[in-house]
């Protein structure tokens, strides 16, 4: 099992030549990553085309705007622009929000490409609360479906891990506590049927993320 898990190095980068240069360092480090454009400044549709990884590196286009708890700064209407370069471009999957009314109109072709995504970061929703949300979710057909929420008790896992217990073989589910209380999960739950979990390649880039070589060295010990 613990062969089988997803490890998703996040690239992050101020400007188009940094995040070029850290891609090409997580490209070596990693199989899977996740492109978190939002951070770049100053991004265009133009630039999509360009973040793609050589070889063969795996990828999530993400650019999740400020109303999102993102980076992105620009209107609507050009993440739209950004989000359908990124649907063009080759990349294996795109991230866009639940709550962006973006993935309600995209074709089926692009649906096999859509990351579905919420984010709570205030706290954990009740168990019933978030496999009502999923299933809503689950109506546009995306090829993956994420939940990650706040963590700020132990009873907050338990919520996770009882959502993750109702994904059906054949679903592709991402579930991740946030916070330095749901570190846990991003262990723990790719053993019990989360589709991949995040990692930095370096400092923390987020409260409870672990780097691609803790999580390896863990994964190597179990």
């Known amino acids: 099992?613990?062969?089988?898990?997803?490890?998703?190095?996040?690239?992050?980068?101020?400007?188009?030549?940094?995040?070029?240069?850290?891609?090409?360092?997580?490209?070596?480090?990693?199989?899977?990553?996740?492109?978190?454009?939002?951070?770049i400044k100053g991004l265009k549709p133009g630039d999509v085309k360009k973040l793609k990884p050589a070889g063969k590196t795996s990828s999530i286009f993400t650019c999740r705007s400020i109303r999102e708890e993102g980076k992105f700064s620009g209107s609507r209407a050009e993440q739209d622009a950004i989000l359908d370069a990124a649907f063009g471009s080759g990349f294996n999957y795109v991230d866009v929000a639940a709550d962006n009314p973006y993935h309600a109109g995209i074709d089926k072709k692009?649906?096999?490409?859509?990351?579905?995504?919420?984010h709570d970061f205030k706290g954990t929703?009740?168990?019933?609360?978030?496999?009502?949300?999923?299933?809503?979710?689950?109506?546009?057909?995306?090829?993956?479906?994420?939940?990650?929420?706040?963590?700020?008790?132990?009873?907050?896992?338990?919520?996770?891990?009882?959502?993750?217990?109702?994904?059906?073989?054949?679903?592709?589910?991402i579930i991740i506590g946030m916070g330095e209380?749901?570190?846990?999960?991003?262990?723990?739950?790719?053993l019990l049927g989360s589709y991949l979990t995040y990692a930095?390649?370096?400092s923390e880039t987020a409260p409870g993320m672990l780097t691609a070589s803790q999580l390896r060295t863990v994964y190597s010990n179990i």
């Open 1 to 39: 099992m613990k062969n089988k898990i997803k490890i998703c190095a996040v690239v992050q980068g101020a400007t188009l030549p940094a995040f070029q240069k850290n891609l090409q360092a997580a490209a070596k480090a990693s199989q899977l990553v996740e492109l978190r454009t939002d951070f």
């Open 110 to 118: 692009q649906q096999k490409k859509l990351l579905l995504s919420y």
């Open 125 to 173: 929703p009740s168990s019933i609360e978030l496999m009502g949300r999923i299933e809503r979710m689950q109506e546009f057909s995306p090829a993956i479906i994420k939940i990650a929420t706040m963590v700020k008790k132990t009873k907050d896992i338990f919520t996770l891990t009882e959502v993750l217990k109702q994904k059906k073989d054949d679903q592709k589910l």
């Open 181 to 190: 209380a749901g570190k846990i999960t991003r262990i723990l739950f790719p």
């Open 200 to 202: 930095s390649l370096g």
